[in-house]
């Protein structure tokens, strides 16, 4: 199965001052969203295997939006994250499916590297509903100054039969990182915690 | 006086909306910045240096929604602009955008006309096709809280009537803007609605090139 979308999303956030303290350099956060049918929406389906090889195929196609929308090399990567809204015809099963069996591999060969997990949210939701779509280093889930979040929202998505599909890369952490804990020069980047 | 904080792009390809499926996709976007209200807490009299400040914001902001979308110049068939002002501003900061974002964006599309004329609400006697971006870039604007979103008006580039080019995008930066801040938006599509069907003036009728048919 192909998946069907119906609209592609894609936003950069990008912040050169907070509180008053100039940040260099600025961070810069992207979000590519997918519209998509849902297959199974208003019946149960024991197998979902179809889901999953959607789930493939919009990590590839959403991580390139994302580091394509940031202009960067895919080894400047630094921090990842993923996230699903599924219609209120949809199960949650649906919105893991996608997100958790297959998505990852396309998405880290877009980042280069991702040794660390791809952390991940989900709900059910309607139109406008809005996700935040965590963010953890790709290498090291450990590094702190890289905890974070980012907002996903459609205005007309996702419609009862639809779920919305959120990746969201940064080549960056937070703008002002100031509470210490494992830094970005310390990562080892073998067992993606430290 | 100029303090940009953050910048925001939002690119949409829309493939259908339950019709046949696009050969083109539409394209949407829209770019939010987030700056600081110089005149955040009180009353200022005199705000309009801060305008004339604006046109530099106005058309880096109208380049970079470009280059995020993508696309030549030439492909843009609709616009619009909007500000909303933090709860420690006032309705009219973001009046200030009107000029600055019009002018940018009326200019990077092709517009040949006299940017004081415009900047004093003056009329230009128009005759034949005088370049692009002859309409009036339509707007709206609001006070509003963190995260507020405001629908951004479209219509055609070249005049106002054409009917299949009414649309609106939702704009909205997450967090912003907080109470000392402004958040000025630009908003270009590259078509009409991804199912127009509603009659009325098409774009490839327009004959006045006054801005408006």
Redesign the interface.
């Known amino acids: 199965m192909t998946v069907k ?14 509180m008053g303290q100039q940040v260099q350099p600025a961070t810069r956060k992207a979000v590519a969203m997918a519209v998509i049918e849902n297959p199974f929406a208003g019946r149960y389906v024991e197998n979902l295997d179809p889901l999953i090889a959607i789930g493939e195929e919009l990590g590839e196609l959403l991580g390139h939006k994302c580091v394509q ?1 940031l202009g960067i090399e895919p080894s400047q990567a630094q921090s990842y994250g993923k996230a699903a809204i599924v219609g209120e015809m949809g199960e949650l099963e649906h919105a893991a499916a996608i997100l958790h069996p297959k998505l990852g591999a396309p998405l880290r060969k877009a980042v280069e590297k991702g040794a660390a997990l791809v952390p991940s949210s989900k709900k059910r939701g309607g139109l ?1 509903t ?1 996700i935040d779509v965590p963010l953890g280093h790709k290498d090291a889930a450990f590094v702190r100054s890289h905890f974070d979040a ?2 996903a ?1 459609v ?1 007309d998505a996702p419609r009862p039969n639809e779920i919305v599909v959120a990746v969201a890369i940064t080549d960056s952490g937070r703008p002002l990182p100031r509470i210490g804990g494992l830094q970005v020069h310390e990562i080892k980047g073998e067992d993606g915690l430290r | 006086m100029i ?16 019709g046949p499926v696009a050969d083109v ?1 539409l394209k949407r976007g829209y770019i939010g910045v987030v700056l ?1 209200n110089p005149f955040a807490g009180r009353y200022e009299p005199d705000i309009l240096p801060m305008m004339e400040a604006l046109n530099e914001v106005g058309v880096s902001m109208a380049h970079q929604l470009l280059d ?1 979308m993508a696309i030549p110049a030439e492909r843009i068939e609709s616009y619009g602009k909007g500000a909303i002002v933090g709860g420690a501003g006032e309705l009219e900061h973001g009046a200030l955008w009107h000029v600055p974002g019009g002018y940018a964006m009326r200019e990077l599309l092709g517009w040949k006309g006299s940017r004081q004329a415009y900047a004093k609400g003056q009329a230009e006697v128009k005759t034949g096709q005088p370049g692009n971006g002859l309409s009036i870039v339509s707007s709206t604007k609001k006070v509003g809280p963190p ?1 507020a ?1 405001l629908d951004i008006p479209l219509t055609h580039i070249n005049a106002s009537y054409v009917r299949s080019h009414f649309d609106a995008i ?1 704009g ?3 967090g912003a803007p907080r109470a000392d801040e402004l958040v000025y938006f630009l908003a270009m599509a590259a078509g009409p609605r991804v199912h127009a069907r509603v009659g009325g003036l098409k774009a490839a009728d327009i004959s006045l090139w006054d801005g408006q048919r």
């Open positions: 979308i119906r609209k592609l999303l894609v936003q950069v956030d990008e912040t050169r001052i907070e929308a406008g809005a980012v907002e929202r205005s | 303090e940009i904080r953050r910048t925001f792009t939002h690119v949409e390809d829309i493939h259908h909306e339950f996709p600081t995020a995260s979103t939702e909205r930066v997450p």
